[in-house]
């Protein structure tokens, strides 16, 4: 089983940037991969990236440099933190949870940290 | 990059059968989602076709070749939801999702 509780909503002026949490229980955290994921309004769901089970990360391109992902595993916390930001950021933003071996897939999701843009 | 292609949309009344198609898969494992509205995601097939605890039988996947499915039998007005499918790209270790399929019970 697995449960994630993100912080709530955000607004932000346009290059600021904004740090969301993700509050880990009812599985072991530090051994699993944790995603992050964003869906603007209308539109699909987006890959942002991960933090794997040693710490390290992967970031897609579209975030490349202004994307920092970490972790507390004292607290079984995730943290994103997203810079620059643009109104096209204005998204909802998602962790879950890394299912499979490899955290091939996202078996458990948080609720979700609305995140405006706007000058 | 690599590219999942769905149809935005499918229509099917109750009681019948929906398909929907996520096409570039190249004999990639892939995973689908059910959201619906103000919802976060959830998962209901992993590797293809197997169903997480709790996801109703109705729900199948299959894969073959460069194309996956996602079958949802005798449908129900509950299941009107967006349909997202996924792959792990090996080469990038990144995620990749499909860009959707709205699913509308007539």
């Known amino acids: 089983q697995g449960h994630l509780v993100q912080s709530g909503a955000e607004v932000k002026r346009p290059g600021a940037s904004v740090r969301v949490s993700c509050k880990a229980s009812?599985?072991?955290?530090?051994?699993?991969?944790m995603h992050w994921v964003r869906q603007a309004p209308g539109h699909g769901l987006e890959w942002m990236g991960l933090?794997?089970?040693?710490?390290?990360?992967g970031v897609a391109q579209n975030f490349q440099g202004r994307l920092t992902l970490t972790r507390d595993t004292s607290t079984s916390t995730a943290y994103m933190e997203l810079s620059s930001l643009k109104s096209d950021d204005t998204a909802v933003y998602y962790c879950?949870?890394?299912?499979?071996?490899?955290?091939?897939?996202?078996?458990?999701w948080g609720q979700g940290t609305q995140v405006i843009v706007s000058s | 990059s690599y590219v999942l292609t769905q149809p935005p949309s499918v229509s099917v009344a109750p009681g019948k059968a929906a398909t929907i198609t996520c096409g570039g898969t190249?004999?990639?494992?892939v995973y689908w989602y059910q959201q619906k509205p103000g919802q976060a995601p959830i998962l209901v097939i992993y590797?293809?076709?197997d169903r997480p605890s709790g996801i109703p039988e109705r729900f199948s996947g299959s894969n073959s070749g460069n194309t996956a499915t996602l079958t949802i039998s005798r449908v129900e007005a509950g299941d009107e939801a967006d349909y997202y499918c996924?792959?792990?790209?090996?080469?990038?270790?990144?995620?990749?999702f499909g860009g959707g399929t709205k699913l509308t019970v007539l």
């Open positions: 996924q792959v792990w790209d090996v080469y990038s270790d990144h995620r990749v």
């Open positions: 009812g599985y072991t955290f530090s051994d699993s991969y």
């Open positions: 879950a949870k890394g299912g499979g071996m490899n955290g091939y897939y996202f078996d458990h």
């Open positions: 190249n004999n990639k494992n």
């Open positions: 590797y293809n076709s």
């Open positions: 933090i794997n089970p040693s710490g390290n990360t």
